[in-house]
């Protein structure tokens, strides 16, 4: 007889674990979890520019350049009028694309074999990258302040090339932030003569687009020489792409249209190939009033489009706000997300063997539905080929989920289809009903096959949050006696009729009944330090006496209740005092000090004797001995402050805690830190904590800050003239030669 403690479960709740299946049309949502990729909100507006608009980029504040058709760089931002234009000449007239990163800008001349990074700011060249025998093709930003460049490079041996034989093939090269190439590999020669690049962050790809603009070609830059192939005209029939970009959220943005000669038309799609939206002139008057795309650049929120009577400044994901009095209309592309599981296994022994239930956590908000398939299999030799399939990096995800459904036959498959229920009628005007948290069980008992794929397919708005698979088939079938539970009386395993009409009724009561289950299973992470919240927190942290005080933010107090057992065992001694700190402060740099362990007395050297090491105690006589009399005093008899007039003052110690922190940490623990160290010292110690001050961002990540100079004299130029600030920059650092410091030195 078979329990619940047989009972195993396949969980889908992490990115790491979503990523061992296949995703095609789908993306990280917010609080976690699988979203529909599909429903982009797309709305434009419009700005002119003489001479037409080519090469934009988009930098990490939102700002948008282009160059203008007279050759000039144009800067604006979205929510401003008038673009602030400059004359420029040279690579930056003339590059093809423009990559902002980092407060750098890379460029680089159609054809030539030199890449130019300028600053960002000043326009000023900082680094050439020449490599010799290349021809550049396109770059594009790796997020970290490189590139990823495409060339056209010479062949080794070009006399032993046949007639009709190009003598050149693809290559890509990195450049990292500091202008190194650091990795060069040559591409499969189909990419050869291919119009350009863009890098898909979210999916560690590169996707380029062939000479023709007819297919897209997504790139491992671990195995550059396979690709996984997209014609463009299986996603819109005649669809002829002229030039290429991506966003921040790994999808790739195509500007081309039906025809060769037409660039009207905005594509977005995934990492996995699958079409997220299709944006026309029909679509928006924006790209209407543009004309044809000429290029196109993508971050966050925003896509600027350069087109020939202008550029267009696309906000996606939400209406932006719209100068015109007409406001552009909103577009939407509802395509579908599949999820589909890896190749799941149950086991068969001598009394348990199947499936019991898929369980689903989900945000189904109105007019959104979702689709759970199950496949199944016990043919080892079929399990294999689907293994393959689904292992095979050379086709793109949305090819091998179709490749894969139309390898099993109807018996195999069984399809479940849920609803949410359409509230729209009863939400007041101009709002929408907010979703819902739905827990969905699919049942699969009755399914004797060792190998099993589950997958889920969300249309709308749906949200999928979390996927569990239960194994094997235990369930309150097991305390039925042998004739409801379909088991023949001479053998303890499942007969053919086990999934009747009983069956199914006992399947609704357990998925009726799993919400317990959870609660009951939900109990020990309520107390757990990294789950637990902040209610729970509290009162554990109480209930076992740990140092505590309600003001500390949620991370300081996971991090307390993670080291409580330590803490609670190293109460009174200096390694605790550490340890406390290390929770409180995990970037801050501590020091303590018994004083009456640590310090030695202050004395006088002489000759041959050594005088004291600072720091040092500096003793003196009790109070009494400044009292020759009973009403004579002398003025002074000790060198040390005031003492402590209590009785016990001479048997208390002093510890001293010096701690240098950022003024935000200083701001948020100060109050509270004293209080906090008295709980973790010893009875009748005293404590003094001595703050020292840094800069907030010195030690942040990526900062360029070696040093924040914050004293008045530091900042004090002459008798009228103060610096705000005196900031060391490590980001920009020159050496200052005999001369002076040269053209482009940086005062911060």
């Known amino acids: 007889m078979s329990s619940l403690d047989d009972l195993r479960q396949y969980r889908f709740a992490t990115a790491a674990q979503w990523g061992s299946g296949l995703s095609s049309g789908l993306g990280a949502g917010r609080a976690g979890g699988l979203v529909a990729d599909g429903r982009s909100v797309l709305s434009g507006r419009f700005i002119a520019q003489a001479g037409g608009a080519a090469t934009p980029a988009l930098d990490g504040t939102g700002a948008g350049i282009w160059r203008t058709g007279d050759g000039r760089l144009a800067s604006m931002r979205p929510d401003e009028a ?299 030799a079929l399990r294999d080929a689907l293994d393959t399939l689904l292992r095979d990096q050379s086709q793109l995800s949305q090819v091998r989920i179709a490749r894969f459904q139309a390898r099993f036959a109807a018996g195999a498959i069984r399809a479940f289809r849920f609803d949410a229920p359409d509230s729209g009628a009863n939400a007041a005007p101009g709002t929408a009903a907010p979703a819902t948290r739905s827990s969905l069980a699919v049942p699969l008992f009755g399914v004797p096959d060792r190998w099993l794929w589950v997958c889920v397919e969300l249309h709308g708005a749906a949200a999928l949050h979390a996927l569990r698979v239960l194994y ?113 402060l995990p970037h801050a740099r501590v020091t303590i000090v018994d004083v009456e362990i640590d310090l030695g007395f202050a004395r006088l050297g002489g000759v041959g004797r050594p005088g004291a090491v600072l720091p040092a105690l500096l003793t003196g006589l009790p109070p009494e001995a400044s009292m020759p009399g009973r009403h004579a005093r002398l003025g002074n008899a000790r060198l040390c402050r005031q003492p402590d007039t209590t009785g016990t003052a001479r048997f208390r110690g002093w510890i001293r805690i010096g701690i240098t922190a950022s003024a935000s940490d200083r701001a948020a623990l100060e109050p509270l830190a004293t209080a906090l160290a008295n709980a973790m010292t010893p009875a009748g110690m005293r404590v003094r904590i001595v703050w020292r001050t840094v800069a907030d961002d010195a030690h942040a990540p990526g900062s360029n800050v070696l040093l924040r100079l914050d004293d008045e004299s530091a900042r004090r130029l002459a008798r009228d003239a103060w610096l705000g600030l005196t900031i060391l920059d490590a980001g920009h650092a020159v050496r200052l030669s005999e001369t002076g410091p040269d053209a482009g030195f940086r005062l911060d």
């Open 82 to 380: 008038l673009p602030c234009v400059i004359a420029v000449d040279g690579v930056l007239a003339a590059s093809p694309r423009l990559v902002i990163g980092r407060g750098a800008m890379w460029a680089f001349m159609p054809g030539a074999s030199e890449l130019v990074r300028f600053d960002a700011a000043s326009l000023i060249e900082e680094v050439t990258i020449a490599v010799p025998g290349i021809a550049i093709v396109d770059v594009a930003g790796d997020g970290r302040g490189g590139v990823w460049v495409l060339v056209d490079e010479k062949r080794a041996d070009t006399a032993q090339t046949t007639a009709g034989t190009p003598d050149t093939g693809p290559a890509l090269m990195h450049a990292d932030a500091r202008g190194r190439i650091v990795r060069r590999a040559s591409l499969a020669a189909t990419l050869t003569h291919a119009r350009g690049m863009a890098w898909l962050a979210a999916a560690q790809r590169i996707v380029i687009l062939t000479g023709d603009g007819g297919t897209l070609a997504y790139v491992d830059p671990r195995a550059p020489q396979s690709c996984a192939l997209l014609p463009l005209a299986s996603v819109v029939a005649g669809f002829v792409a002229t030039t290429i970009g991506s966003d921040r959220h790994g999808r790739a943005l195509i500007a081309g249209g039906v025809g060769t000669n037409s660039a009207d038309t905005l594509l977005i799609v995934d990492a996995s190939g699958a079409l997220l939206a299709s944006v026309g002139p029909d679509d928006l008057s924006a790209l209407a009033n543009a004309g044809p795309m000429t290029g196109l650049a993508a971050s966050d929120d925003s896509v600027l489009i350069a087109a020939r009577r202008g550029v267009v400044w696309l906000n996606v994901g939400a209406a932006a706000a719209q100068r015109s009095p007409v406001s552009a209309p909103v577009v939407e592309a509802g395509a579908a997300g599949v999820f589909l599981t890896p190749t799941l296994f149950s086991p068969v022994t001598a009394t348990l063997r199947g499936w019991l239930r898929a369980e689903l956590e989900m945000d189904l908000p109105p007019g959104a539905s979702a689709t759970v398939t199950r496949f199944c299999t016990d043919d080892p």
């Open 472 to 584: 094997p088939e235990v369930s309150l079938m097991e305390q039925l006696p042998a004739i409801y539970r379909g088991r023949r009386l001479d053998q303890d395993v499942p007969a053919a009729n086990a999934a009747g009409l009983f069956r199914s009724l006992v399947g609704v009561l357990e998925a009726m009944t799993q919400e317990f289950d959870r609660t009951i299973a939900r109990s020990g992470a309520r107390v757990a330090p990294l789950s637990a919240d902040i209610d729970w927190l509290d009162f554990v942290a109480r209930w076992i006496d740990l140092p505590w005080s309600d003001a500390l933010s949620i991370e300081t107090k996971r991090a307390l209740l993670s080291q409580a057992g330590a803490l609670l065992t190293q109460r009174g001694t200096r390694a605790g005092l550490v340890l406390l700190f290390r929770c409180l």
